[in-house]
């Protein structure tokens, strides 16, 4: 089977192995900006890494176009994190207060002063604001001086692809489309982005053939894109989908027009790949950093699909747009998703089948000629019980007991 459909199956260690020796390491633009996004710790190591590799890195021009038109938004949105955040403190703290001020089970309490409680309150989120102004402060003005653009135009320098002409592009733009038609990979998710912006990573990839074709060469892509026209996903879009390979067409069509081998990592897949093949040691620290923000823009990802099937007017009418989107990103969904997968085994369970089988010979039992005329005699000797002649029967049966009574006592 696998000589035959090799594109669905995991190399061997030895295949790696051979892959790291020789490949071309091809770093998609989603990597390049999440590097904007970790701690500087982790930045640092993850540069390291690509420092360490960096005569085998290169980028198509596709990638580093986007790198530049998006990095500017990333910067921006990282400065506008800290204000959104104390504007939540400064709501959480004017509300705190607010209740416990009208709350009236403290207002004669004989052992809480309410004003000093407020006061405490109020000087605990004061240190809370001071300490955000603190790490603000100590955030580097990318805007102006952007270092870690800096390190970044320093390790593509010269490994960068040439750019297509407008008729180039035309070609190509028409060739995506019948593609995505056909749900052929990469960008057929990209769909919704309208125009040209759909056809973003279809270039990427048609950028990453013919360089390799050129150098002829294994490639290793590296991308935090998870979308399911670059990998193969068990519950895409739910909560619980789990990468299994990269997209077998993807690997099918690689070996076909270059015929070297092809392979993708996400950026925590990567350096774990990076320190068993080429024996460098990573920090347990950064592994985690990358995985939990991998995770979180999963999330935010899924939300984003989730969102536009819902009513807005009743989401903000009753102020739950950010609280559903809290529950989201703080894993509640999964745990639903966990919890109905236990429940959906639950009802695969033996016993639970016997229970619904017997529930079934019973509701054909109901069914049955004899019972239902034994449902119809009852219906009907109810009817004739609540008839004025019955009733007219009950009552003189009624008065002759209590005249055989009466007649009884009297007689002793």
């Not at 420092?51 to 990333?74: D, F, T």
């Not at 403190?89 to 409680?117: M, V």
């Not at 407020?118 to 603190?134: A, P, Q, R, V």
């Not at 790490?135 to 805007?143: A, I, V």
Request: hydrophobic residues 30%; glycine residues 2%; charged residues 35%.
């Amino acid at each position: 089977m696998k000589n035959k459909f090799p594109e669905y199956y995991k190399p061997a260690d030895k295949e790696f192995e051979e892959l790291w020796e020789n490949c071309i390491f091809i770093v998609d633009t989603s990597v390049l900006l999440n590097l904007y996004e970790y701690s500087a710790k982790s930045r640092d190591e993850f540069l390291s890494i690509l420092n360490k590799i960096s005569n085998r890195l290169w980028i198509p021009y596709q990638v580093g176009k986007e790198y530049h038109s998006r990095r500017p938004h990333i910067i921006r949105e990282q400065k506008e994190n800290y204000h959104k955040i104390q504007e939540k403190i400064e709501a959480t703290r004017n509300k705190l207060i607010s209740d416990i001020d009208t709350e009236k089970s403290i207002e004669y309490h004989p052992f809480i002063d309410k004003k000093e409680l407020i006061k405490k309150i109020d000087e605990l989120f004061s240190k809370i604001t001071s300490y955000l102004n603190e790490c603000e402060t100590k955030y580097p003005d990318l805007t102006n001086k952007d270092n870690i653009g800096e390190e970044i135009d320093r390790l593509f320098e010269n490994k960068i692809g040439d750019e297509y002409s407008r008729e180039k592009l035309k070609e190509l733009y028409d060739t995506g489309k019948k593609r995505y038609e056909q749900k052929i990979p990469p960008g057929f998710s990209d769909q919704q982005k309208g125009n040209e912006k759909q056809y973003g990573d279809f270039i990427s990839w048609i950028q990453i053939l013919e360089y390799a074709k050129v150098k002829n060469q294994p490639v290793v892509f590296i991308t935090d894109d998870e979308k399911n026209d670059w990998w193969l996903i068990h519950d895409y879009q739910r909560p619980t989908q789990e990468i299994i390979l990269p997209h077998p067409r993807l690997i099918k069509e690689f070996v076909l027009e270059t015929n070297n081998r092809f392979y993708m990592y996400n950026s925590e897949n990567f350096i774990k790949a990076y320190s068993k093949f080429l024996k460098e040691k990573v920090s347990n620290h950064t592994i985690k950093e990358v995985r939990n923000l991998r995770d979180q823009q999963v999330h935010q990802s899924l939300w984003a699909q989730v969102i536009p099937t819902l009513d807005q007017e009743y989401l903000k009418n009753l102020n739950q747009y950010d609280e559903l989107q809290k529950q989201f990103q703080s894993h509640a969904i999964l745990d639903m998703a966990r919890q109905s997968a236990e429940l959906q085994k639950h009802f695969q369970r033996p016993e639970f089948l016997e229970m619904a089988r017997q529930q079934e010979e019973l509701q054909k039992y109901f069914q049955r000629p004899e019972f239902l005329e034994m449902a119809r005699q009852q219906e009907e000797l109810q009817k004739y019980f609540q008839t004025p002649k019955y009733s007219d029967v009950k009552r003189k049966k009624t008065d002759k007991n209590y005249e055989n009574n009466k007649n009884n006592q009297e007689s002793e």
